[in-house]
């Protein structure tokens, strides 16, 4: 679709709309077609799961929700995300909804470049082998490039080389060549794991040493992608809460998973609420994506938060402002992004046009969730936004119809005990006076 025509993706009150019509609604704003809706009812059948993947019985479905509000770089845009969790849509909906009030997200991401790793040991002569290897780095060009025409066609390649020497190891010294990979539109995996097979018997050969591990690294960050986001403080007041305090509380909260890794798991698990669903609904290999993020938090010997938010003074009162900057190796063309029926759909919602876009999208995402944690966490803690959404999935469990689902949800709240039991009473109790 044309980009610039885009709606907008503020949508108050899509929350309170019924399935049939959030999907409506979403059709005519990301154009999908009859084919697109009927692929999303579909979904992945058995008959393709079992082309996909190995022993296979079924399929594993999850809910696919639709986040809203995001405006990153001017552009409006709708995030699917498949999650199992309760309140992670909302939560990040309403984050983006803050983040408006200061422009939305300013969002970017490297060159798509991965690394491949070849291991050698028993190198005789370690300065001689790195010299031997850098010299022959058009050579490695060369040969990695002729594996790779597409990639190379669509402006991709060869970027270069790295030698590393890992002295102390249990199994003694040994030497590292990363080779690396601009994949362009794909996560590149495969790309990256025939280059660096393929280079093994010319870098043995270079070394004087023996290749053992021929395989990319997950620590992706020579393929990172960053967010950014300015909110006044004012756009934090609420419920009897001063802006200035939360934000306040926002930084602090930061602060605690900066310097201490117990916090700081959580912390990023809370931007991987926001990440992984994307990555799920779009086909992308989200273990590559949590090890990658979780070894570039504790890129500096601590393990950290992988965002950073503080206040900012300025004429016009308290600001917060925040970023984040991870790796994120996630493809558009390949792999289970090309095969799921779902996942193809997802992409055209978001209607990101390479896989740099989509990494800055996840980036925002990413940010937007960790927003949305804080502010809950600094302000009314994060189980009275839980407890509500959780009342609701216990109230339909005991068989509330869909019109009566928050009426009782809200009275489980109000009674202060969201049970099972209870919420039986409560739907015998509705469903006979009605
Ligand atoms: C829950 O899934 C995620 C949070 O624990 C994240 C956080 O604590 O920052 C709320």
């Known amino acids: 679709m044309d980009q610039s025509a ?7 009150g899509f929350y309170q709309k019924p399935v049939a019509e959030r999907l409506e609604a979403v059709a005519a704003w990301a154009g999908l077609s009859d084919h697109d809706l009927e692929q999303l009812r579909t979904g992945l059948t058995v008959e393709l799961a079992d082309r ?10 999850l ?7 995001f405006l990153i770089n001017g552009r409006d845009y709708l995030i699917p995300m498949a999650v199992e969790e309760p309140s992670v ?62 990639i190379v066609h669509r402006g991709g390649g060869f970027r270069g080389l790295e030698v590393r020497p890992l002295l102390d190891t249990p199994a003694g010294p040994m030497l590292v060549v990363h080779l690396l990979l601009d994949c362009r539109d794909a996560m590149g995996a495969n790309a990256v794991n025939t280059a660096a097979e393929a280079a093994a ?18 620590l992706t960050d020579r393929r990172l992608a960053w967010a950014e986001c300015r909110i006044p403080a004012s756009a934090f007041d609420a419920d009897g809460l001063a802006g200035d305090d939360v934000v306040q ?9 900066w310097a201490d890794p117990y916090r700081a798991a959580t912390h990023n698990k809370g931007i991987m ?70 996942a193809q759909v997802a992409l055209k919602i978001l209607g990101v046009e390479s896989a740099q876009e989509l990494a800055a999208v996840m980036a925002a995402v990413g940010l937007a969730q960790n927003l949305s944690a804080l502010r809950a966490l600094a302000a009314e803690g994060i189980q009275r936004g839980h407890m509500a959404l959780h009342a609701r999935q216990v109230a339909l469990a005991a068989g509330a119809p869909p019109h009566l689902v928050d009426q009782i949800a809200a009275r489980l709240v109000a009674e202060g005990q969201i049970r ?4 039986a009473e409560l739907v015998s109790e509705v469903l006979e006076r009605a």
């Open 6 to 12: 885009r709606p907008t993706s503020r949508l108050p």
């Open 52 to 61: 996909m993947v190995e022993n296979v019985v079924g399929v594993f479905a």
């Open 63 to 69: 809910p696919l929700g639709v986040g809203v509000n």
């Open 89 to 150: 849509i909302a939560a990040v909906s309403n984050a983006a909804r803050l983040a408006r009030a200061g422009g939305g997200f300013a969002a970017g991401s490297s060159e798509p470049v991965m690394i491949g790793q070849v291991q050698l040991l028993d190198v005789p002569d370690f300065p001689r082998a790195a010299q031997a290897i850098q010299e022959a780095e058009a050579e490695l060009a060369r040969l990695v490039n002729s594996l790779h025409p597409g």
């Open 201 to 218: 018997p010319l870098l043995e050969r270079l070394s004087g040493g023996r290749a053992r591990l021929r395989i990319l690294s997950n």
């Open 249 to 257: 509380g926002i930084a602090e909260a930061n602060a605690f998973a």
């Open 273 to 342: 609420n926001g990440i992984d669903p994307v990555a799920i609904a779009t086909g992308n290999d989200w273990r590559a994506i949590e090890a990658g993020a979780h070894a570039y938090a504790a890129r500096s010997g601590q393990y950290r938060s992988l965002t950073d938010w503080h206040v900012v003074y300025t004429e016009n009162g308290l600001q917060l402002a925040g970023r984040i900057e991870l790796p994120l190796a996630v493809g558009i063309v390949g792999g289970a992004t090309r095969v799921h029926p779902t």
């Open 420 to 423: 099972p039991a209870r919420a």
